[in-house]
């Protein structure tokens, strides 16, 4: 593997012109051109960004201030690449830096570039920048994945000034816009209302979403947005910008609205109480912002991202998922051996392959008996399980289950012998009282030991059980009372270096353990971002399992996850829902279960049985087919959503009744990704009762039709029951 990309390396070709010969540079995917000219004044300018132009002679008929309106000299206002302050532009820029001097400006010219190709699908664009008067060097990275239609890209700043420099804007990326009018949609909400979508028009002026959470980028909004250019972001049409940026921790988008009416979308790790002192070569890469541009909705540019996350990203995006039974919902922190004994069994019984033991496991001075003590001795509690976790993943074998096992390793509690032994590796204020969340610290991941302790807890574990096959990852505080004992005056880093030693950890970890599946989880879904998920194979989108809710949940991190990313399990949170509801919820995504099989009736249990053998038949479609959203519970009373086999052979349709009114019209749900020329076989599966939904005339609907039948008249499949549901295998013939 390492062979052949140092091949592709050798192959660059390398250029290096004067500004005046410089030929446009073009940066393609299949469907989109991002393009670079280098203007008059020796600067890099965003000359194109849309839809792929079909005649290379059309690259080269971009003047590099045509979007700029030039005032004739050579200066070019508006759309560089990568602006920095104090110049001419008068807006946000990407890149400011104190100099040693004091000065602040900084204009960066274009020094050359060069194209990698890294496969055959893979290219890399690099520009080299550099002031012409202060010894400041930027690198501007774009890779282009031409068949998922995705540009990633990143900057890196390093500088040979004597001294070090203050750097205090380091975007990823800055994008222009040109068009009549701008919706933004962003994903916020809080702690068990993840991901909620909501849209507006950009005018004049900047909106800014970002976060300062620290040790996790969301809980009160995601890492991701959508733009819609010249229309509300629609599913199936339009022009849609689906943008998200790879970073752990505080990140900030700005959307500015110039007196142009252009638009310009600055990304990247959030500047607050983080100027970055830079050492003399020292390089600052900042965390990749990853865009896809459709002109067919943001359906399509999801399913864009997801086959890129599972080709590219995700940790083991191509491999299988494991179906898990988790104890957290149905026992809390109350549990002993036989208990876990007992629920390993109904794992087996239920079908699952593994069992999960959540929170309350560890710790002797002061056990983890709830919330308040305990983190950081990750030692098992004696008297609660006195034969270990050796003990543990026996038991799940011999129930015929795999082992894993709940982490939330980068946190303490005060109460714990951690903390009365290490209290300088907690992030807190050495002068003023402390502010818990959930009576909890945050360990200080600045310091390269508290890295290595951290490391050594899955480590530990691991070295002690090489049988245990998965690993839950908790995050349940933000950092709170900002200040590392470590960092001493260097305090305006931690936020920075805190998250690139987390990187540190995980990376490790995936290192020495390749193949072990883990979820990331952070109170819910405040850790779901696409740097983290190279080292996880899926993330908790909630602590909100309200089958109804998780619908809207569901949807909304959809847009940016493909669902064999996206953890969901059926649990007994909203007892109004059926057990076919709540699975049916979960069946979309990485299905997994929270409950005690005493919870279920006969008929339940049976049922959740026969989900499970469907979903294991079905799991290759339901992972790694195609994802369709078909009707939005944001504008129905009903939703439904369907994955589609890349072969097209096989589909499975999801439709949900949330809260129809009384005599609604109801309309067929029109399926997409078929082929229109081929027949269908539809039946519904994960029946309850055994009978089936009926045309109003009585007439059942399963059968068979032609692709182009169900892609153009649609399924009855929606009824005016409340919180009702039915899954569809569709064949083809
Ligand atoms: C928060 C997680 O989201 C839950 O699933 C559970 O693991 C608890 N933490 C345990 O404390």
Redesign the pocket.
């Known amino acids: 593997m390492k062979k052949s990309l140092l091949a592709c390396v050798a192959l660059l070709s390398l250029f290096q012109l004067n500004a005046a010969e410089q030929a446009p540079i073009r940066i393609s995917t299949s469907e989109t051109d991002l393009i670079f000219t280098v203007a008059p004044n020796g600067r890099l300018y965003q000359t194109y960004f849309g839809k792929r132009l079909l005649n290379e002679s059309d690259v080269t008929n971009f003047l590099a201030y045509q979007q700029g309106g030039t005032d004739g000299s050579n200066s070019a206002r508006g759309w560089e690449a990568y602006p920095g302050s104090g110049a001419e532009d008068y807006y946000e820029p990407a890149f400011a830096v104190t100099h040693n001097d004091g000065n602040l400006e900084t204009i960066l010219s274009f020094v050359s570039f060069e194209t990698k190709k890294i496969d055959n699908n893979v290219t890399e664009t690099v520009f080299y920048l550099k002031d012409k008067v202060y010894p400041v060097e930027v690198t501007l990275h774009y890779v282009a994945f031409n068949k998922e239609n995705i540009i990633k890209t990143w900057s890196e700043i390093k500088h040979k000034e004597k001294k070090p420099v203050t750097i205090w804007r380091y975007a990823s990326a800055m994008l222009y816009f040109e068009s009549s009018r701008y919706f933004l949609t962003e994903f916020s909400g809080d702690w068990a209302k993840e991901a909620g979508m909501s849209t507006q028009q950009l005018q004049f002026g900047k909106k800014v979403i970002d976060t300062k959470l620290g040790s996790r980028a969301g809980m009160h909004v995601s890492p991701f947005f959508e733009l819609g250019l010249d229309g509300v972001p629609a599913e199936n049409e339009g022009t849609v910008l689906l943008g998200t940026i790879g970073w752990t921790g505080n990140f900030q988008f700005t959307f500015e609205v110039d007196n142009t009416g252009n638009l310009r979308v600055i990304s990247g790790i959030n500047p607050y109480a983080s100027a970055y002192e830079l050492k003399t070569d020292e390089v600052f890469t900042t965390p990749e912002f990853i865009f896809t541009l459709s002109d067919e909705g943001k359906g399509k540019a999801s399913r864009n991202i997801h086959d890129w996350a599972r080709e590219y990203q995700l940790k083991d995006g191509k491999g299988d998922r494991y179906t898990l039974l988790n104890n ?1 919902e149905a026992t809390g922190f109350r549990f002993d051996e036989p208990k876990l004994e007992k629920l390993m069994k109904e794992a087996k019984e239920l079908g699952v392959d593994l069992f999960l033991l ?2 309350g496991w560890f710790a002797n001075k002061y056990p983890r008996a709830n ?1 308040r003590a305990g983190l950081g001795d990750w030692d098992v509690t004696k008297e609660k399980l006195p034969n270990g976790v050796p003990h543990l993943v026996k038991a799940a074998k011999d129930a015929g289950v795999k082992f894993g096992i ?1 982490i939330e390793p980068e946190m303490v509690n005060p109460k714990s012998e951690l903390f009365e032994q290490h209290p300088d590796w907690a992030i807190r204020q050495p002068n003023r009282d402390t502010y818990y969340y959930r009576n909890q610290l945050v360990l200080d991941l600045s310091n390269p030991k508290v890295q290595d302790y951290v490391f050594s807890v899955v480590d530990n574990l691991m070295k002690e059980n090489p049988d245990l096959a998965y690993f ?1 990852w ?1 995050c ?1 505080s933000p950092i709170t009372n900002i200040y590392s004992p470590y960092l001493k005056d260097k305090q305006n880093q931690l936020y920075i270096d805190h998250v690139r030693g987390v990187y540190n950890v995980f990376n490790k970890v995936k290192q020495k353990y390749p193949n072990l599946p883990m979820m990331l ?1 952070s ?2 879904g405040a850790r779901s971002d696409y740097e983290a998920l190279k080292y996880f194979t899926e993330f ?1 989108c909630s ?1 909100n399992t309200n089958p109804v809710e998780r619908l809207y949940i569901q949807w909304g991190f959809s847009q940016f996850f493909p669902t064999k990313a996206m953890a969901a399990h059926v649990t007994s949170m909203n007892k109004q829902a059926s057990i076919k509801f709540r699975t049916d919820v979960a069946m979309m995504c990485k299905l997994g279960f929270d409950l005690s099989l005493e919870e279920l009736n006969e008929k339940e249990l049976e049922f959740c049985q026969g989900a499970v053998a469907n979903y294991n038949r079905l799991k290759k479609t339901i992972l790694d087919g195609d994802f369709y959203r078909l009707v939005s519970p944001y504008e129905s009373n009903h939703t439904a959503v369907s994955h589609v086999a890349k072969d097209q052979k096989k589909a499975v349709v999801y439709a949900y009744d949330i809260n129809p009114r009384y005599g609604e019209k109801l309309l067929p749900v029109k399926l997409q990704g078929l082929e229109p020329t081929k027949t269908y076989k539809v039946e519904e599966i994960n029946q309850m009762s055994g009978a089936s939904i009926r045309f109003r005339g009585g007439k059942t609907y399963t059968g068979n039709y032609t692709g182009d039948y169900l892609m153009k008249v649609g399924l009855p499949i929606f009824t005016t029951q409340q919180i009702a549901s039915r899954i569809l295998e569709i064949t083809q013939q």
């Open positions: 957290w959540d929170d919330d709940w839950k908790d349940n989880c109170g819910g908790w602590d």
